[in-house]
């Protein structure tokens, strides 16, 4: 299995710009999520997924979109994006059963200028 | 909703020595309660992990103990190594629950 897989590992955008995060996982997992981490500081969630076509939002969800068509990936998207949205973008999926275990994504380092 | 505060936010160690962290938590049904490590440019990792329906567990090196009528829960590290030098998170969760992050202590240990 490869786990949670993410792309790109970095990217620079511009100010306006938008790009779509790539997150796939193989290990079936119902349960997906985006969180952002800025330098230093903890991991605040963006959107979340509970299964295919269904998702909600986090505690940092503006600027930013899900979707969730298969069960396998959950791509985030970045409208106009902004200096604000400089961080490090970890996708991670989760087990409830028997262990309720997340498992994280290498990450990807985005700057915004 | 659930808020997990963590402390201290800094740790520094003399290698051999032990390190212990605090999380609190509010929400009383939480019940899950992992721990992970984030190493420099890294992801993080799951160490350890608890449930509420035990109060200390154990794997090598490292503990984690848990008062849940306190609502909260420690890391302990011993024998400390440099190579344990890194971010550490705690989290609190559960069925049907996001996880809430605690923000993080920097564990320094000094040769």
């Known amino acids: 299995n490869a786990g949670v897989t993410q792309t790109p590992k970095f990217r620079i955008l511009k100010i306006g710009q938008s790009m779509t995060l790539q997150c796939a996982q193989d290990?079936?997992?119902?349960?997906m999520y985006w969180y952002r981490q800025d330098p230093g500081m903890g991991l605040k969630l963006i959107y979340y997924s509970v299964g295919a076509g269904i998702t909600d939002k986090g505690e940092v969800p503006n600027g930013y979109n899900v979707s969730r068509s298969t069960t396998e990936d959950f791509p985030l998207r970045l409208e106009l994006a902004a200096p604000s949205q400089t961080s490090v973008y970890f996708c991670?999926?989760?087990?409830?059963?028997?262990?309720?275990?997340?498992?994280f994504g290498p990450g990807t380092r985005l700057t915004v200028l | 909703g659930e808020n997990v505060e963590q402390h201290p936010s800094t740790l520094s160690v003399q290698e051999g020595d032990s390190a212990v962290i605090k999380c609190t938590y509010s929400d009383s049904a939480s019940n899950y309660f992992p721990w992970y490590k984030q190493e420099l440019g890294k992801r993080p990792q799951l160490i350890i992990d608890i449930r509420s329906n035990v109060g200390e567990k154990k794997d090598q090196r490292i503990a984690v103990t848990l008062n849940k009528t306190a609502k909260h829960f420690s890391l302990h590290i011993t024998e400390t190594q440099p190579e344990d030098s890194a971010v550490y998170f705690c989290a609190a969760g559960g069925y049907g629950q996001n996880f809430v992050f605690g923000p993080g202590t920097r564990l320094s240990v000094l040769p």
């Open positions: 290990m079936n997992h119902n349960y």
């Open positions: 991670a999926s989760r087990v409830s059963s028997p262990t309720d275990t997340q498992y």
